[in-house]
């Protein structure tokens, strides 16, 4: 690759190396050496990451979860998601590919390229960089910032998923369409609708985190792990 894919490629992974050399957690995949950059003219980068067993949540949703098995998902989403705002980084791709459950029964969150710091976030003329599915209202909202509570989301569409195996809002065919359905908080269908063998504690937690507006919703992961861990 050559030219702005590769200044893109870059820095996606100068990003993602810094974000992982600034968390330690076990709920975050931890970066076990610096950024080596490979050949001249620039042919490739690489960094060491600890080896992960198991899968990743592309592998494991489809088939309805059980509530206690969502509530072990939201409460080490929530884990991770602590470490990340606690270093005042939004993560901004909470998505299958992601999040990881590796064999012990833990998951942990992989693949922070897109994250960004709070205090370096700014505001821009264009959308936040995400997976389609798995966005926030903010990811779609023209110069907005990411926020600890745009996780908040992201992590109520994987609960959401993995409780139902499908997405609250899907994206079809229209991106424009999704995205005016998404910046409102528009869901296809509500939870309750779906799964009517659920605890109220579980609707209250996943109707939260999909709140559309981000002040509504819980605000960052510590408040997300305390009403996960109260279910």
């Not at 063998?197 to 937690?205: K, Q, R, T, V, W």
Request: glycine share 10%; hydrophobic share 45%.
């Amino acid at each position: 690759v050559q030219g702005a894919h590769t200044t893109l490629v870059l820095e996606r992974a100068r990003r993602e190396v810094e974000v992982l050399e600034g968390i330690d957690s076990p709920y975050v995949v931890r970066v076990l050496s610096g950024l080596i950059e490979v050949g001249s003219p620039l042919a490739g980068v690489a960094w060491l990451e600890e080896m992960l067993d198991g899968d990743d949540l592309r592998a494991l949703v489809g088939t309805p979860w059980s509530w206690p098995e969502a509530r072990q998902l939201a409460i080490d989403m929530a884990r991770g998601l602590v470490a990340f705002h606690e270093a005042q980084v939004v993560h901004r791709d909470l998505s299958p590919g992601n999040v990881r459950r590796i064999s012990a029964g833990a998951f942990k969150l992989i693949d922070p390229g897109l994250g960004r710091h709070l205090a370096k976030a700014t505001v821009t003329g264009s959308f936040q960089p995400g997976t389609p599915g798995f966005m926030s209202p903010e990811h779609v909202i023209v110069g907005a910032r990411p926020l600890p509570a745009s996780d908040v989301f992201s992590a109520g569409v994987l609960l959401f998923v993995a409780l139902t195996g499908r997405l609250p809002i899907d994206v079809g065919g229209d991106f424009d369409d999704y995205c005016d359905r998404l910046r409102a908080a528009q869901l296809d269908v509500q939870l309750d609708h779906i799964r009517g063998d659920l605890p109220g504690a579980a609707y209250e937690l996943v109707g939260r985190c999909l709140e559309s507006q981000s002040a509504r919703r819980f605000l960052d992961g510590a408040e997300l792990l305390s009403a996960a861990e109260a279910t």
